[in-house]
């Protein structure tokens, strides 16, 4: 079963709050990152895994009446938190889903305290129906 | 002309790569190196036959590149050491790595069975007991398995170098298992060939010709494993639940890959000839000694087949049938189902009653097929409410679009 893992950050400036943080904080916290990504490659559980360019960047498009797309400049400061990057797992079990995740969130940030970042779990829709 | 000839030796590489892997192995205490070993042969095969013509003994020939390759293999690796350090015994390594092999190939059904049962290994997880079977056994290439299960070929490669390392590490040795471990040993084999089918048995759009062709792969090895065991019952009855579900495939799916239920299915499409080669499978099992669950399932497929028309459904036969299985397992999809044939019997009421006694089954609870039986149910008896409310909560909670559509679409019709 395939879930997808988000990655969840307060949405705040509109930068990621990674840019204040110091060279050895952050080259923590890429490394984690690196690791995590390996671990779950050589298990062969990865399907995919994307990070997100920062939120300020971010454009909301709607399309008008002629089809023409319409696009929005950030922030939005309506969305309260924003989404910073995802994996894509397959895993056995639901578990073992949760398990990634809670790893996920204990990435280490500044002085190398585990951020306890939300990682939201959902299911893909792809298991063959049973009826 | 020339394609039929590439899709000829191709099919004929794909039988002999078990039989050949199975010969290797056996002989050779790494099974990862054996299968490159033979993974080169065949190689060298689809390269050289079509020039050279198809050999006299082309499993003899695969079976001597193999083995060459493999021995080369051993001879390079007592060259590394011997230069790290002196080694004195690289005769006796070569001897115990490639013992008298150029010998002729043994009996190649048992080696094949032995590698289907290493590939469904205890040890193993189902989904990489899945790839290795499809990899080992049945010959697709990494891209293949990869594609049908939508995941990355290098996820799938991983995945299959590590079911290679688990066998290697966890010393299972290559042999067909003993007379006291067989029955569980073969019970995983069915349940692994049987995951495979219901894997490709999702007809939507897009990727599902891949699918496809999962399930005529399971097919394909069930029936070399019945050509193997033909007196082993559940074994024939697997291939009978097989080729009678897969019978109904075209009436199962519309043009977009809505889901049909089996009440509401084109009976004209069913595959006539598939319904009786399972008939005549599975009425050749059931006398004969002790029935298992994929007979009772198979013989369940059955009866559903042989009406051709819904409302000629045997449903007194088919609760029966539940019935025995019911006995036989403690699985409360099985109730769930001999609740809904209890209901084509005996009306809704009785198929709600018995519902009642599965739901605090932590198993099931939190399952989308309790809530949309109970849809199903609530909707026959009359009450539109709380039909909808089922429909809604059940297609919230399936993980299949198809499924859900179906079911949002029937909430929908009830809801108007």
């Known amino acids: 079963m395939r879930y997808m893992l988000m990655m969840n950050a307060p949405r705040g400036t509109g930068d990621y709050a990674v840019n204040a943080w110091s060279p050895d904080d952050l080259k923590a916290h890429i490394g984690f990152m690196f690791a995590l990504n390996k671990e779950l490659s050589e298990s062969g559980e990865l399907v995919g895994a994307e990070g997100l360019a920062a939120p300020g960047e971010a454009k909301i498009v709607r399309a008008a009446k002629n089809g023409v797309p319409v696009v929005t400049d950030g922030p939005f400061p309506e969305a309260k938190e924003f989404l910073a990057g995802y994996w894509i797992v397959d895993v056995d079990k639901p578990q073992r889903a949760y398990e990634i995740a809670a790893k996920a969130s204990s990435a280490p940030g500044p002085g190398g305290a585990p951020l306890i970042i939300p990682i939201e779990v959902r299911q893909v829709m792809s298991a063959p129906p049973d009826m | ?416």
Not at chain 2, 108 to 115: I, V
Not at chain 2, 118 to 128: D, G, Q, V, W
Request: aromatic content about 4%.
């Open chain 2, 1 to 416: 002309m020339k394609e039929s000839a590439d899709a000829s030796l191709g099919h004929l590489l794909r039988d002999l790569a078990p039989q050949v892997l199975g010969a290797v192995a056996r002989r050779h205490e790494d099974f990862a190196a054996a299968e490159d070993a033979v993974q080169e042969a065949l190689i060298a095969a689809a390269t050289q036959w079509p020039a050279e013509g198809i050999p006299s003994n082309p499993r003899g020939w695969l079976y001597q590149i193999a083995v060459r390759r493999l021995t080369d293999e051993v001879r390079r690796h007592i060259a590394r050491r011997r230069r790290e350090d002196t080694v004195a015994t690289e005769r006796s390594a070569i001897e115990t790595v490639v013992p008298t092999v150029f010998g002729e190939i043994g009996a190649d059904e048992d080696d094949t069975l032995t590698l289907l049962f290493m590939c469904c290994h205890p040890s193993l997880t189902p989904a990489t007991a899945i790839a290795l079977t499809l990899r080992a056994v049945g010959g697709l290439t990494t891209s293949e398995i990869a594609s049908a299960f939508l995941v990355p070929e290098a996820t799938m490669a991983q995945r299959i170098s590590r079911a290679k390392q688990t066998i290697k590490t966890s010393k299972v040795a290559f042999r067909l298992p003993n007379d006291s471990e067989r029955a569980a040993r073969l019970a995983v084999v069915l349940q692994v060939l049987y995951l495979i089918f219901n894997e490709g048995y999702t007809t939507s759009a897009g990727p599902a010709l891949h699918r496809t062709d999962l399930s005529n792969e399971a097919i394909r090895l069930t029936r070399l494993l019945h050509a193997m065991l033909p007196a082993d019952n559940e074994v024939t009855g697997l291939l009978a639940l097989m080729l009678l579900t897969d019978a109904r495939r075209a009436a199962r799916t519309a043009p977009h890959g809505e889901l049909i239920p089996l009440d509401e299915q084109d009976r004209t499409l069913w595959d006539r000839s598939l319904i009786a080669e399972g008939v005549a499978l599975i009425s050749s099992a059931l006398p004969r000694g002790e029935v298992g669950a994929y007979q009772l399932q198979a013989a369940i497929a059955a009866v559903h087949d042989e009406a051709t028309r819904v409302e000629d459904t045997d449903w007194p036969q088919i609760l029966a049938l539940y019935g025995v299985l019911r006995e036989l397992s403690d699985n409360p999809m099985v109730k769930l189902s001999y609740a809904i044939a209890a209901a084509m019997v005996h009306g809704p009421q009785a198929g709600l009653e018995l519902l009642a006694e599965i739901e605090g089954d932590a198993r099931v609870t939190e399952h989308h097929r309790l809530d949309a039986v109970r849809a199903h149910l609530l909707e026959r008896a009359g009450d539109r409410e709380q039909a909808i409310t089922y429909y809604r909560r059940a297609a919230d909670r399936t993980a299949s679009i198809p499924e859900r559509d179906y079911l949002t679409t029937k909430a929908a019709r009830l809801a108007r």
